[in-house]
């Protein structure tokens, strides 16, 4: 462990609980961080049909490695990664693993890094069926690139330019 980890993993062990993903306070797919259930802790973390045309929870958080279960039709609902802005879909990011799925009922991705990853329904995002993952770091898993996803806490010193 070099200097700058030394320095870094008590600010962020000090601070985790609180840290929000770079998009801190910006509304994403109708979700922010801070309105995300916390899943990180329960025994499954699972995506359902909510109400109407929607997800439940829609903005879920969990924690780095974990995995989260989608239970649906997903020949009436499509799963999609990537943010829905103005009602157009935007191309995903491709760090998003979140894989398009269009059959099937159950589906499990897992999310090994630290970021918020959007997902919408293929068929009713319009209707604003839509929501993201977001993957919260914790402080045992911390690496310097990690930090660098966190902008409140990875001072600049330690992130590429
Ligand atoms: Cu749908």
């Given amino acids: 462990m070099h200097s700058v980890q030394r320095r870094l993993v008590p600010l962020a062990l000090a601070c985790f609980a609180a840290l929000a993903p770079p998009a801190r306070g910006q509304t994403v797919n109708g979700c922010t961080f801070a309105a995300a259930t916390p899943a990180w802790d329960a025994p499954a973390r699972q995506v359902l049909l909510g109400v109407g045309f929607s997800y439940a929870p829609a903005c879920l958080a969990v924690r780095s490695g ?6 649906m039709s997903f020949t009436s609902h499509p799963l999609r990664a990537g943010e829905v802005i103005g009602g157009v879909p935007q191309a995903p990011d491709p760090g998003n693993p979140i894989q398009s799925t269009s059959s099937g009922t159950s589906v499990t991705f897992a999310f090994p890094e630290a970021g918020d990853y959007p997902y919408y329904c293929d068929n009713h ?25 966190w902008d409140a806490v990875a001072p600049a010193e330690t992130c590429p330019p």
Avoid at 66 to 71: A, I, L, T
Avoid at 125 to 141: I, P
Wanted: proline content about 0%; some cysteine.
């Fill in 66 to 71: 974990q995995s989260v279960q989608w239970s």
């Fill in 125 to 149: 995002f319009s209707f604003d069926m839509y929501g993201v993952v977001y993957v919260v770091l914790f402080a045992d898993g911390f690496e310097d690139e990690d930090l660098c996803d």
